[in-house]
């Protein structure tokens, strides 16, 4: 109850500050990148655009379109990070990466191989090493580790 002729003053809640927006920072832009092509092939795409592009990247897929598992690829240069558009065919069933990277002598490459693939004759693992990215077998043909 107030009385006659007071005065009150109602006053706003102070403005909240403004959020500063934070954008989320990729740690591996091979991980997304595999991540993105075995979703689009769990969901039946033919196509899926990939994003942002990188040299490691691109080695990466022309390993696995020289074994047959995606099709074509098309490098889009949008003078910033760049773009590929890969073209499905159906093969992948599984593709990660193994973080963080570690060395695999040439005597541990087999080891590695049996560690993480289902059996001897299905799958590759893409290794980097000095004479570039390449799948097991060929290291283990170059005489190299990764």
Same mark, same amino acid.
């Given at each position: 109850?107030?009385?006659?002729?007071?005065?009150?003053?109602?006053?706003?809640?102070?403005?909240?500050? &403004?959020?500063?927006?934070? &954008?989320?920072?990729?740690?591996?832009?091979?991980?997304?990148?595999?991540?993105?092509?075995?979703?689009?092939?769990?969901?039946?795409?033919?196509?899926?655009?990939?994003?942002?592009?990188?040299?490691?990247?691109?080695?990466?897929?022309?390993?696995?379109?020289?074994?047959?598992?995606?099709?074509?690829?098309?490098?889009?240069?949008?003078?910033?990070?760049?773009?590929?558009?890969?073209?499905?065919?159906?093969?992948?069933?599984?593709?990660?990466?193994?973080?963080?990277?570690?060395?695999?002598?040439?005597?541990?490459?087999?080891?590695?191989?049996?560690?993480?693939?289902?059996?001897?004759?299905?799958?590759?693992?893409?290794?980097?090493?000095?004479?570039?990215?390449?799948?097991?077998?060929?290291?283990?043909? &170059?005489?190299?580790?990764?």
């Amino acid at each position: 109850i107030l009385a006659q002729g007071s005065h009150f003053r109602i006053s706003k809640a102070p403005h909240p500050p &403004k959020s500063v927006s934070k &954008k989320m920072v990729r740690i591996s832009v091979l991980r997304d990148c595999l991540n993105n092509i075995v979703n689009a092939e769990k969901r039946g795409k033919r196509q899926v655009l990939v994003r942002p592009n990188s040299k490691v990247i691109i080695k990466f897929l022309q390993v696995m379109q020289k074994h047959g598992y995606i099709g074509d690829l098309e490098i889009v240069d949008d003078h910033r990070a760049g773009k590929v558009v890969v073209d499905l065919v159906g093969r992948i069933n599984k593709c990660g990466v193994i973080s963080p990277r570690f060395d695999v002598t040439l005597d541990g490459i087999e080891q590695i191989a049996s560690d993480l693939l289902p059996s001897r004759q299905f799958g590759h693992v893409v290794l980097t090493t000095p004479y570039g990215i390449m799948d097991h077998e060929e290291a283990r043909r &170059k005489h190299t580790g990764g």
